[in-house]
């Protein structure tokens, strides 16, 4: 997260730093979405990057809340964690996270696509 903001402030102070508005869009275009942007896409598409097991984990998520078992175990860790209240509210904030995974990597391939199109 440090790196992600550090590359952040590099970039608007770049961005920031042309006096017309037609620079700081080419130092926009050149500096985010050239060297970060599509630099983070690439990384992706590589081997060890989680995201490559995007449907191994939405499935092992899936799994995971469809096993009443695990569910309560996890459900008694969140409790036991003060994420939640009480078990039943542990059970709910945890099916809560387990569909957020699969949200989240939903999120990030329709982002992808619309970098890929963009690319293009």
Known sequence: ??????DLKRVRRTVMEPKTVATRLEAFFEEFVQQLLLKDFGSILTVNHPYRFRDAIVDLARRISCTLETMQVL?????ASSMAADIEDGRMAAADDLLAIESIFDQIGEKFERIEAFRR
Do not use: Q
């Open 75 to 79: 459900a008694e860790e969140y409790t």
């Open 1 to 6: 997260m440090r790196a992600i903001l550090a």
